[in-house]
């Protein structure tokens, strides 16, 4: 089946610093990926829209120069958290959606966890 | 309240009993989800059905739509202490490329 993969699987960074977390559709191509967060015990929270060759789609209350998002290629996005703080610790996880045939089938990343220190 | 919510929040229950949680949601859909996530990790979807679907099995998985009710349920037969896990449903909209996650159901199961 469809596999996205994301990197790294862990991170631990200092305040201030920013982090980069990369989301690849392994085996397949996707002009969209999406972007969430999950604090524990929680559900997942969509945190943007990444669309290859423009610009990402926030949600409301996500604020975009902190969470940067690039679609770099029809297999590769990253988010960007800048000047991380502890509050932004937290797991991360992207989904692609298989080519549009029909399906609407998604396929997530196994999740990055930020810890900021 | 939210798109996509399931029911109950946690259930806990013996090797070989049935699970079943239920999921409601408030809008239109293309499809409904059912991924599962074991601590830590990230999802693994289990079974997708399409708004025009009302039944579907995948193994020990059965999933039913009632989409007058606006409601889904997973039934997982035979449980056994691996299918201790937390599961979500997610909704696709009409018009919409994103799924709305509900808040999930853990379930343990007892050895």
């Known amino acids: 089946g469809a596999v996205v993969s994301q990197h790294p699987s862990r991170v631990i960074c200092k305040s201030g610093t920013s982090v980069k977390i990369e989301c690849r559709s392994l085996?397949?191509?996707?002009?969209?990926m999406f972007w969430y967060r999950q604090f524990p015990k929680k559900s997942l929270m969509l945190m943007a829209t990444?669309?290859?060759?423009?610009?990402?789609?926030?949600e409301q209350g996500v604020e975009k120069d902190k969470f940067l998002i690039n679609h770099a290629s029809l297999t590769l996005s990253t988010l960007t958290v800048t000047s991380a703080h502890p509050e932004d610790s937290s797991f991360y996880i992207c989904?692609?959606?298989?080519?549009?045939?029909?399906?609407?089938?998604?396929?997530f990343g196994p999740g990055t966890r930020l810890t900021v220190t | 309240s939210q798109q996509g919510e399931e029911d109950p929040q946690a259930l806990s229950i013996q090797e070989g009993e049935n699970a079943t949680m239920n999921c409601s949601y408030k809008?239109?859909?293309?499809?409904l989800q059912w991924y599962r996530q074991n601590s830590g990790r990230g999802l693994v979807h289990l079974i997708l059905?399409?708004?025009?679907?009302r039944e579907k099995h995948s193994g020990r998985l059965r999933v039913t739509l009632d989409t007058s009710k606006k409601s889904s349920s997973l039934l997982i037969t035979a449980s056994r202490a691996a299918d201790t896990a937390s599961y979500f449903c997610?909704?696709?909209?009409?018009?919409?490329?994103?799924?709305?996650f509900g808040d999930g159901t853990t379930l343990t199961v007892k050895p």
């Open positions: 809008t239109s859909i293309n499809n």
């Open positions: 997610a909704t696709r909209g009409t018009n919409a490329g994103k799924s709305t």
């Open positions: 990444s669309n290859e060759g423009s610009k990402a789609t926030y």
């Open positions: 059905i399409r708004s025009n679907e």
């Open positions: 989904s692609a959606p298989l080519p549009a045939s029909g399906s609407y089938e998604q396929y």
């Open positions: 085996d397949f191509q996707a002009t969209t």
